[in-house]
């Protein structure tokens, strides 16, 4: 598995996109939206950061040289959006594939825009425990789903705990691969989210 072309992910999966920048991100996540919206039988998702999805979609309706609002309102694309509380998030990713699934798409195409530490997203525990229960999500629905996360822009925590421990495959310098990082939520719940380094420091603190 050597080839980052969004041609060859795999379904259904749940992959880290490490990448440097808006330019960088789109060059992958327009091509995988691209391919979805040239075929009817599949769905778009895009989640996550508000503002920076719906650029990225406006790109997409720009690249397609076409009106997408009927995409919008059959419900074909559905722009979703992080929330606080990381359980209203978490349905917030799981009904939509519920009802794409119920309206017969054969593919859903999930594009997740990470933020990390602000105001409309979990606190980063909150949100790794969702990116890690999602591994074990996505693998029940027909969904491709992609995660962008910006190395240049996040800290490298998000990056070390989120985009490699929570993520089975990787695309990285163009490279799709298996993630060797990657663990399976039971033991990452309790060997990584119990002793995240700043909650034991609070702890001690608070001792």
């Known amino acids: 598995m050597n080839t980052g072309s969004a041609t060859a992910f795999p379904a259904p999966s749940h992959i880290a996109l490490l990448h440097r920048g808006e330019a960088e991100m789109q060059d992958v996540a327009l091509e995988f939206l691209r391919i979805g919206l040239d075929r009817p039988s599949e769905a778009l998702f895009g989640f996550g950061d508000p503002s920076r999805s719906k650029r990225l979609f406006r790109a997409l309706e720009l690249g397609a040289g076409r009106d997408l609002s009927p995409e919008y309102r059959t419900g074909r694309i559905v722009l979703g959006r992080a929330d606080p509380d990381v359980d209203r998030m978490l349905e917030g990713v799981i009904a939509p594939l519920e009802q794409f699934r119920a309206k017969g798409f054969t593919l859903v195409r999930f594009v997740g825009i990470v933020n990390w530490n602000v105001p409309d997203f979990p606190p980063p525990e ?14 029940r629905f027909p969904v491709i789903a992609l995660c962008l996360y910006d190395v240049a822009r996040l800290p490298a925590r998000a990056i070390a705990y989120g ?23 039971e033991r990452y719940f309790h060997e990584r989210l119990l002793r995240l380094p700043w909650l034991e420091a609070e702890s001690a603190r608070d001792g």
């Open 126 to 139: 909150d949100f790794l425990w969702l990116e890690s229960k999602l591994s074990e999500v996505f693998p």
């Open 163 to 185: 985009a490699l421990e929570t993520h089975p495959l990787v695309v990285s310098g163009g490279a799709l691969r298996q993630n060797p990082e990657f663990v399976l939520f």
